[in-house]
């Protein structure tokens, strides 16, 4: 019943921008922390940016100045604004959200979108 669907991945070339949307739906009582990570071919699932609900940040130190990521509150949605993109940064990039639903409000768990494929050309 609650779905974080992500939008905005695509090709761009080295040094290029995107920036990635996603949206938490359902029946979705409150949300702390939202964030993304992404996953490259034969690597691990790495944190690249979180957002605590009061607007604390966090960020991989690769990606520290050239990306930023953003919350909207009232659209429950959780953005990443990714400047100077590198070509290994190449990946598919999800986005996850700790949150509480309406039928169970002080249990807060984890739930990951689909995932968005980002890729940057040399």
């Known amino acids: 019943q609650v779905q974080l669907v992500e939008s905005g991945g695509g090709l761009v070339q080295a040094g290029g921008s995107l920036r990635l949307s996603c949206v938490a739906s359902?029946?979705?009582?409150?949300?702390?922390?939202m964030g993304w990570y992404r996953q490259g071919p034969g690597k691990e699932r790495e944190l690249v940016a979180s957002?605590?609900?009061?607007?604390?940040?966090n960020y991989a130190d690769s990606v520290k100045g050239r990306f930023t990521v953003s919350r909207d509150n009232a659209k429950n949605t959780v953005y990443l604004q990714m400047n100077s993109l590198k070509p290994e940064e190449s990946a598919v990039y999800y986005c996850?959200?700790?949150?509480?639903?309406?039928?169970?409000?002080?249990?807060?768990?984890?739930?990951w979108g689909q995932g968005t494929q980002v890729t940057v050309s040399p």
């Open positions: 996850n959200a700790l949150l509480s639903r309406i039928g169970d409000r002080y249990e807060y768990k984890t739930y």
């Open positions: 957002i605590a609900n009061g607007g604390t940040t």
């Open positions: 359902g029946s979705i009582f409150s949300i702390g922390s």
